[in-house]
């Protein structure tokens, strides 16, 4: 059945611990919502895992919600746009697709050794040239090799064809079109490390190094257009189409409209992601940073400078459900407003190793300065003022690489929301943060694509009109308050990486 009286954009955004799902109107405003936590495995130190079914689940749950909230149907949305947590691997049956082992999670340290490995026999250069990533275990690539390795079998029912591989992204759009389409989208292809970012294709000699079948990998797609139809069965007899897709943190960067080379976004939920538009330059970092594609529209491709950090709003859930310290998030503010932190209390967040610019697999977490008179609330500050020494890094690092002269960064992400860290970043970094109004620029993002896949929306310039932009923060730090906080940060890295090295050569 053709959708008749179409009014309505469904976006559905699959997070690293939660899922949800949205319905936008015309004007871009948000009519329904649902979202829903789901399970996370840590097998053993350092691994994160996720069930692909539960998630699905956990998917049509928050569907189901999001039109139950609006009081909507089916028939009412003209398209669907789907957004995920990116790198996250599934390997399922082509058969029955079932998946073969968990979705191994894009914080997993499990391959890090493999990762290592492609490091010494000096594959860097090679992978960088081609993917604009570095070698790291956080990518697809290693994942999928690892599964390959671990499930009995799996290699030669890959080389048979019996093993399809996907992202979030792919395994959502399996499901949605009940094992018709096998695709994925250049986002979230470009942090394979499989994928060849200059000629828009799968990388053969990748492929080869790491012995990793072709015919596993789905088809890739522009961000918006066609990718798919969903079964008629699961939308109560309505055929809608899947018209936009791409890695949530690429759709945040569209939801931030920030279109323009040079804008930057910097998001903080479960780890913090800062994204550079680079326009159409495939710039090469020289200083650890990613290439990564932002989104290809029309034929012409976005390419965008990232820093990726493992650990942002998840340091804020071990004080609270680890350390029990705090019952909800928020209260992360009043307490690091209250603290004076006289002894300056460092926290380095690297429970699963250090992402950009540092890229340790093997740094695990360190706290320094305690003393006697160490509180619960310098606990907080430290916490979250251990997010914002992190971004400040990248935007350093992005200051050394380019001639791009960073002023605003575009915030957004649930702790986004946390008045002291929005204000110590902007004192950290000497920039003005401006943080978007409505804070679901993921959904959103994902759903400004599906629209302009449909005509929904004419053009990008048809979505400025939705530029809302909420609260601003000033930097207002003196120079020489900053360097000094800056500088036991830094001391507080080195150290940290120093003991992952003396621990590591002990095993
Ligand atoms: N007010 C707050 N202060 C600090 N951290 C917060 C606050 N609200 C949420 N968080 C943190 O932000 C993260 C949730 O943000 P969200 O954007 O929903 O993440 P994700 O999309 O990665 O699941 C959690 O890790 C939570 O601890
Ligand atoms: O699910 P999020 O929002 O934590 O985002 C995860 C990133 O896409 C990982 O690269």
Not at 2 to 30: C, F, L, P, W
Not at 186 to 193: G, I, Q
């Amino acid at each position: 059945m053709v959708n008749t009286e179409a009014k309505y954009i469904m976006s559905i955004d699959q997070g690293t611990t939660s899922s949800r799902a949205i319905i936008v109107n015309h004007d871009g405003e948000i009519v329904g919502s649902s979202q829903a936590e789901f399970e996370q495995f840590y097998p053993q130190p350092g691994w994160v895992e996720h069930d692909a079914n539960l998630i699905w689940n956990n998917v049509q749950q928050v569907i189901a919600g999001a039109f139950i909230d609006g009081g909507i149907n089916p028939s009412q949305i003209a398209a669907i746009g789907l957004t995920n947590q990116r790198e996250t691997t599934v390997v399922w049956d082509k058969q029955t697709g079932k998946p073969i082992y968990h979705a191994i999670v894009w914080q997993s340290r499990q391959t890090a050794d493999l990762a290592e490995q492609l490091i010494q026999d000096g594959h860097q250069e090679m992978i960088q040239a081609k993917t604009g990533l570095v070698i790291d275990a956080y990518f697809s690539a290693t994942k999928i090799r690892w599964i390959l390795d671990q499930v009995e079998g799996a290699q030669a029912r890959a080389e048979a064809g019996e093993l399809l591989f996907g992202t979030i992204d792919s395994w959502l759009l399996y499901k949605l079109t009940d094992g018709d389409v096998h695709n994925t989208d250049y986002t979230n292809a470009s942090r394979t490390m499989l994928f060849n970012i200059h000629t828009l294709e799968w990388d053969q000699d990748i492929l080869n190094l790491l012995n990793i079948p072709r015919q596993m990998l789905p088809e890739v797609k522009s961000n918006s257009e066609l990718l798919g139809t969903t079964k008629s069965y699961l939308f109560f007899n309505y055929e809608i189409p899947i018209t936009g897709m791409a890695g949530d943190q690429q759709a945040a960067l569209f939801g931030q409209l920030a279109f323009e080379p040079g804008m930057v976004k910097s998001t903080y939920g479960t780890g913090s992601f800062i994204i550079a538009n680079l326009g159409s330059e495939a710039f090469l970092s020289k200083h650890n940073l990613l290439t990564t594609i932002a989104y290809v529209l029309d034929g012409e491709v976005t390419y965008a400078l990232e820093g990726s950090i493992f650990v942002a709003g998840s340091a804020v859930q071990w004080l609270r459900d680890g350390l029990q310290l705090i019952e909800n998030s928020a209260e992360t503010e009043a307490l690091a407003f209250q603290s004076d932190n006289e002894d300056q209390v460092y926290l380095v967040p690297a429970f699963t190793g250090l992402g950009a610019p540092y890229w340790n697999s093997h740094a695990r977490g360190s706290l320094f300065g305690l003393t006697r008179g160490t509180t619960k609330a310098d606990l907080a500050q430290a916490t979250l003022q251990s997010i914002a020494y992190q971004v400040n890094d990248i935007i350093d690092t992005m200051r050394l690489d380019t001639d791009v002269a960073i002023t605003e960064l575009r915030v957004d992400g649930g702790a986004s929301l946390n008045d002291f860290l929005m204000q110590f970043q902007a004192d950290i970094t000497g920039v003005k943060l401006t943080r978007a109004k409505n804070l679901e620029t993921t959904a959103l993002g994902a759903a400004y694509l599906a629209g302009l896949g449909i005509g929904f929306w004419k053009n990008r310039e048809d979505l400025m009109q939705f530029v809302t932009p909420g609260n601003e923060y000033f930097a207002n730090m003196s120079d020489e308050h900053r360097r000094r906080l800056i500088k036991g940060w830094q001391r507080a890295v080195k150290t940290t990486e120093y003991y992952a090295e003396l621990v590591n050569e002990d095993s």
